[in-house]
Structure formats: structure tokens, C-alpha cells
């Protein structure tokens, strides 16, 4: 904080790059930039918002220098004197032509100097900062499990130069990585010494430099393979100045101790090594499960042994249809007790939190909640981890496929292996009576406690993925409902503070949920409910996102019926029926219903991995056709970043991904007026039928948004 009251501001930006075209590739440079990124989150005094994550592929567009400098100098000018700036770089590093470059996956040899970020450039950029500037640069590497460059030179002119740079190795040394951690040593040790650094403490390069070196000459002791890593740091700044303050988040285990994780048994050691270290990068409002641990060698039998909930019977019967080939029968009914008891579990939050959760207010379909559903909300209430939630929602593809009526394919044993570790590892193996739901922790907190706008509770939302959000808000509209007298008053009060933490944040689709719930209460005439929604809607100029009438509830309805559809047996047969009516629903789409219609009608025309339904297309590209030059740039700017489902099947980079592409050719959408610079550039690729680069934003969009 200045004399003047104003907050600092810490700004970053991390790049990382692990596949190349004219270099050798590298491991684990993206995970390291993500952990440097979730450790300064998480445990210091960085705000995710002032943090640029550059996760670069090939062909990608941030491989353009220009852009880079760009987005590096966009930060540097509007720097305050008490503002920091943090520049991360994981990948390959070379001295060419006495000038240091940090080499970009679209870098050519016979251009170094026009594909290759300069850092005498970056130099020039970052001395035009009112405030101090500070480098981490783990990019002094060479071969697979060390990285980049055996450059001497690169190292000998970083260490000339009068920067504050904090480098992975010194002359003559190369930067190594662990398949165990699946991190750089350099990289993990700076994260695990910012955890473990003493609470409100300021954090300075030359305190962490002798840390991070005693780490890595025990690391060197333990491993006993002649490494030798030693960081190097350079440049001088004014007085001791911190890059980073600790703040008050307790650390409570390090993963890694002596080349072994800590007290686990052999058998577990790389599936436990995983699973900690998605803890260490999570947030804490509430943890997601992370399932039971499972030998990645373990066969059926060993797996079906971690099963606590079917009868003996049951897992007989089960075993020996994989045993007889008999995969589908094998995968069905343990599917379906994985759902029914995972349902069960969403469920007995309330009815009418789940309704409120998927924005439908129809008892039926919260009481048959939908497959795609139950697993999406077990991830968002941490009954499962992204992790699980991939692995399930691949099941339910697998199964849905082969169950269908018209299939003549047979499930293969991979596949049925698969399903039966994902359900296991996931819901059958844990035990009710062990399990520890934080979320619930965090829901009774919104009741039994007042938060203040300073208070941790709010810091941590803020910097959470955007999930956390989402759910906080629709737990707060279940509980202004449902609760009443001391512990009404608090949520109310704390409605108020949440609100206005988050507004800016939330995407449209969740503003006007808030405003709709306000319409709601109005209809009804529930008084007690209406002021405290209004005085919070008020302070944050919310309302625009009050509808006028609640006509669109009923295009989310049939929208959600699209989807279900979509997800079950027999897809491709029943799609072109509730695609129609869909259709009929009206000419005009309104506004807070634009995002699940056209979610909806994307996901028809995507199809899944085994194509889509020809007769539900013409239907589809019909309600597209309705929609305004106004409702296409409201979608793809304001809902598509936080459309989870359309992202993913995107992601995939298949014909799923080239379908996207055809669509948005089709309909001519590079001609519209889009705003945001990064939209505009996503566009291009689509129209270009850029596969590649269409998958690397939709990942990195994934990623903002914690589902990936």
C-alpha cells in the first residue's frame, strides 16, 4: 500500500514452450509456468487478473514477437512507481550474436533475430517501468530430461548483464526436470520455498536464490547422477526489494522429500505424487476429491478389490462378463450404480439448490438430473477433481455409444478398462462415511459467519477459477430462500459483499441468472427477498440483467432438453425432434437465454467422437440463422469463454473442432465488429480451418475457467 493509500499491483507475465519446430522439445515447461503462476496466487500478493499465462504451441499465434513486446510494454506503461513486474520464461534459451534470445516454438534457425524474443529488446522495454522489474529465467537447458540449449554463452552475457534475473543454472550447467514430479527442479524448489516461506514475509531474489540452492544440491545428493544445478542471480535493485509478499495461507505438506514422496507405500508412489500436487496448486475454499489411489498397473481384479459399494454378487458378475468379453454387459450396471450413487450425492444438497445450480426450475428434471449434468456439478461442488470429471464424462461417451440400437461395434477391452477404473477410483471406492466434503464446510461458513470486503474468504474467491464463483453465487440465491432469522441476516450481508467482489468478474450467463432470480421474487411478490437482491443488484449497477418478463426460462428449458438429448442413447435418432422444437420456440432469442440455445445448437452440430446427426443439422443452422450480428459478438465475447461444453468438444482437435471451424466460415463471422483483439485473432483461425490454434485457445480458455 502507498502513502497515498493506493494498492500495488503485481503484474507478470509467464511464458513457457515445450514443443518446437527446428529445436529439440522439452518436458514440463507448461506445468512449470502454471505452478509459478497458482504458487504466486495462491501464497503471495498476486491477483490472477494482473497475471498474462502464455502456454505457446506451434503455429500458435502468440508465437509472433511482435505481440509479445506488445502485451509486455501494454503492462510496463501503466506501471505505478509502487507496482512491480515479474517476467517467467521455461524453454529454450541461446546467445546468437552476442545478443541473448529466448527461442519461441515457431523459431527458425535462419531467422533468430525476427522469431526469437530478444531479451536485449525486452531489456529496452522494461526500463521504461516506474517500478522494479524482476526476471526468473529457467531456460539454460539441453536434451530430454534437461532442457534447452548447452549455450555457455546465453548464461556467461545474462550474468554480464544489470538486470535482476534470477536464472536456473550457472555456466557451463544445464536446468534438469523429474518425471516423478513431472516439473522442473528449478522451477518446483522456487515454488515449494515461496510455500514454505515465513507468513506476511517479503520474498526477495537474493533469499530465495540461497534456498533454492541448498534444495538443489540435495536434490543432486539424493538422485547421486552426477547432476550439478547451480542458480545464478544478477543485476542489482535499490535497497532489498521484494517481487512478492507471503501471505497468511498456511502450507501444510511438501510433496517431494529426499527423491521419494513422504510415507507412501511403493505401490502408489507416481499416482499419489500426482494427485499432491494438484492439491499444492488448488484452492481452498473447497477441495475437490481427488479419488482413491490406484496402481497405474493395477488390473481389473486389483481395481474391483477398492470397490465398497456393490455386493459381492454384483462385482461377480461384473468380472466375469469382462472375464467372458462380454464388455458392454460388464460396463453398464456398473455405470449405472456409479451414477445413481454420484446423483444421490448431488442430491442431498437440496433439491432446490440443484435447481438453482443448473438454472432450471423443474422439480422432474432435477430429481432424473442428467448424466452430463451430475458429473459436471460433482466436479463443481468437489465430490470429484477435473481430473475425474474428464475421465467420467469420457466414460459416459464410451458407454452412451455402444449402447445405442444401431451399433454394431463392440466395446473393446481397453475401453471397459478404462470405465471400470474411473468409476472405482472416482465414487465406487470411497466410502460415505469418509468422506470429507469441504464444500459444505464453505456453504455453512455463508450462514454462520459475516465476511468483510478485506476478509480471506473474499481474497481466496477472487483469485479462485471461475467455478468457485459460479457455485458461490448460486449457493447464495439457495440460501437467501432457505434460511431465516440470525442466519438469513448473514447471508444477506454477505450476499452484498460477495456480489460486488466478483461482479465484474462473472460472465453474463451468471449476471443475469442473478437478475432473473430478482424477476422471480418479483412475480411472486416475495418482499423479504426482493430488497436485499435490489440493494445488492444496485451497488453493482446490475440492472440491465433484470429481464423484463421470464419468457426466456422457457428457451433454457427446451435448450437443456437439447443437451440431455444429446448426451443419451440413440442420440443421432432423437436430436432432429427436440432441435425442431427448439426451433419453434420463437424468432427472437432473448438475451439471457442467448447462451444455452446457442451452446446447445454448437454441441448438435459438433457431433461427439463418432459423428453427429445428419437430419438434426439443417434444424440447427436454422436457429443460428435467426440470430443478429449483436447475438453472435455477445456469444463468442461474453459466453463461449465460460461455455465449458463447447470449449471441450473444441479442445479435442478433431472433426469436432474442424465442424466449429465450418460453421463459423459458413456464417461469415469474421465480417462482425468484435472488440477484443484476442477474439478477433480466434475468429481468423476458425475461418482458416486452423485446427491447431483453435485447440490451444479453447485449452487455455479451459484452463481460466478451472476445467482443464
Known sequence: MSKWGIKMRRYAVFISCEEYKEFDDIDFCHSDSVLMENTLVDYCDYDRKDIQLLLIYIDAFENDVSYLYKTISEIINKMEKEDTFLFYFA??????????????????????????????????????????????????HSGKDVRGIRENGFIREIIKSSWATLAACSENECSYSDDKLEQGIFTYYISEEIKKWKLSEKITFEALKILVCRDLQQWEEDKNNGHIQTPTLNGSIIGNADFAIRNEKEYEYALYDKGIVKEQKKEVLEVNTELSIVNNQSMVLWEPNAGILISKSADVV?????????????????????????????????????????????????????????????????????????????????FINNTGKMRLMHSYETITHYLQRDVEDEMTKNEVESIIRACVQYVLGIDESEIVFEYNDFRNSLKLEKFDRDSTKIEMLKNSPYFYKRTTIRTFVNLISTTEGAEFENVISNFDVVLSAVWDELSSDDKYFVGITYSKYV?????????????????????????????????????????????????????????????????????????????????????????????????AKEILRKLTESDWVYYIEQCLPYDEEVLSKMQVGDERTGRWCEIIEEFEIDKFDFSSTKVKEFIKYSVKGDRRNVKVIAGNYLKKIGSM
Open 91 to 140: 524453454g529454450h534459451g541461446m546467445l546468437y550474436r552476442e545478443d541473448e534470445y529466448l527461442i519461441l516454438p515457431d523459431t527458425v534457425q535462419n531467422d533468430i533475430e525476427g522469431t526469437a524474443l530478444s531479451l536485449k529488446y525486452l531489456n529496452s522495454i522494461l526500463k521504461k517501468a516506474k517500478g522494479n522489474t524482476f526476471r526468473i529465467l529457467d531456460a539454460c
Open 302 to 382: 486389483e481395481i474391483l478389490r477398492n470397490d465398497v459399494q456393490l455386493k459381492e454378487r454384483e462385482l461377480k458378475g461384473i468380472y466375469n462378463n469382462y472375464q467372458n468379453e462380454s464388455y458392454e454387459f460388464a460396463a453398464e450396471p456398473l455405470w449405472n450404480r456409479t451414477m445413481s450413487l454420484l446423483r444421490k450425492r448431488v442430491l442431498a444438497l437440496g433439491e432446490e439448490f440443484v435447481s438453482e445450480m443448473v438454472g432450471i426450475d423443474k422439480i422432474e428434471y432435477v430429481r432424473e438430473l442428467p448424466e452430463f449434468e451430475v458429473i459436471n456439478l460433482a466436479m463443481e461442488l468437489g
Open 523 to 619: 412475480n411472486k411478490g416475495a418482499k423479504e427477498y426482493i430488497v436485499p437482491i435490489k440493494n445488492a443488484l444496485i451497488k453493482v449497477g446490475g440492472f440491465d440483467y433484470v429481464p423484463e418478463n421470464l419468457r426466456s426460462l422457457s428457451f433454457v428449458s427446451v435448450a437443456k432438453r437439447v443437451k440431455t438429448v444429446h448426451y443419451a442413447m440413440n442420440n443421432f435418432y432423437n436430436e432432429p425432434s427436440v432441435v425442431k422444437e427448439l426451433g419453434r420456440m420463437g424468432s427472437k432469442i432473448p438475451r439471457p437465454a442467448i447462451k444455452e440455445v446457442i451452446s446447445a445448437t454448437f454441441m448438435i452440430l459438433m457431433g461427439n467422437a463418432y459423428g453427429r446427426s445428419f437430419d438434426a443439422v439443417e434444424p
